[in-house]
Structure formats: C-alpha cells, structure tokens
C-alpha cells in the first residue's frame, strides 16, 4: 500500500483483491499519470450498473482471458473511472461506494456528501 489517501483524509484502502482490481492491479484504486481513467472509486457493483456500462461501450461482465480479465459480476468490489461514476450518477444507475477505499482525488469531481449518499462504509451503512 501507498501514502494515497481517501477521500475520509485516512489511509487508502484495499478495494479487491478478488477479483483483483485497481489500474496498477494492486488491489488498490491508486492513480497515476498513466491512468487516463482514473481508476478510483471504490464501488460495489450492481447488475443494473453494469448493464448501464456495456450500453456505454465498456462491457466489464464478459471474461476477456487473454489479457487476464475473469468478466464481473455483481457484488463484486472493482475500482471504477471517475467520470463513469459520474455518468452512471446522472442517470440514477451508480453503485454503491466505498469510501475507504476511494481515492481523495475523487474528491476534485464530486462532493464528498454525494459519495457519502452511496457509502456502504462510515457512520452511512
């Protein structure tokens, strides 16, 4: 683990490690100049959610074996981008977030007390 920090200002959190997720494939919703998409919401995914992300052209149920990909299912715990978050939020399909393990940088995009309205972490559980 890093010195990120989540959006709580702690000590960023292990989103996954099964299925293993994060860009840097750590477990972890870390970011970086490489990760155009910023990788950094923490969410549970939900089927409705991922419905919503294969019509947007990112299909992430379907297993892709050559670049080591098992396809997701709901319940699964995946670092999400930023601005999918923030689509699926418009349209009232976002998944629940895990504010622990959700990196501060999300933080420049959303307020905290719209992410607090998905918690399934912190006093909103």
């Known amino acids: 683990m890093t010195n ?3 959006v709580l200002d702690g000590p960023l959190q292990s ?3 099964e299925p293993m997720t994060g860009f840097f494939r750590n477990g972890c919703c870390e970011t970086g100049p490489s990760d155009r998409g910023r990788h950094i919401v923490c969410v549970v995914l939900t089927d409705d959610f991922l419905e919503f992300s294969k019509t947007q052209g990112n299909d992430l149920s379907t297993p892709m074996p050559q670049f080591n990909f098992p396809g ?4 699964d715990q995946w670092c999400l981008c930023m601005e999918r978050w923030r689509e699926a ?3 009232g399909k ?4 895990v504010l622990a ?3 501060q940088i999300a933080l420049e995009r959303v307020q905290l ?5 998905f918690a ?3 006093d909103n559980t």
């Open 15 to 17: 989103c996954s490690t």
């Open 89 to 91: 939020h418009k349209v």
């Open 120 to 122: 399934i972490d912190g």
């Open 4 to 6: 990120s920090l989540n």
């Open 94 to 97: 976002a998944p629940k977030v």
């Open 72 to 75: 997701l299912k709901a319940g």
């Open 113 to 117: 007390s719209v992410l607090e309205q």
């Open 101 to 103: 393990a959700t990196h």
